[in-house]
């Protein structure tokens, strides 16, 4: 469930990278890249962490999303929380 009073922020610890084509992020552990736990993101989540390159809310992020993409708002919704989380879990994205 949203609470509009968190934002989300990239961790500097993540790197992203455009790879052939591919979007990954990847984990930095003492300045040496950790090849085992790279993540590919899509269109619309490397869009998400380009916005995080300032800290925003779940509503700000899913209108800029509907803004520049033609998507239901309501699995807008349901993928950018679902998004969120787990970038939150794997330590990509803080919140705060």
Known sequence: MEQPELRYARNPEYIFRSIVG????????????????????????????????????????????????????ATVAADLDRFLQGMVEVGAIRRG
């Open 22 to 73: 591919e979007a990954v992020l990847v984990p930095i552990h003492d300045q040496v890249a950790d090849m085992e736990c790279i993540y590919t993101l899509n269109a619309v989540g490397s869009f998400v962490w380009q916005r995080l390159e300032v800290p925003a809310t779940e509503a700000d992020l899913r209108l800029a999303i509907l803004q520049e993409f033609e998507a239901d708002p």
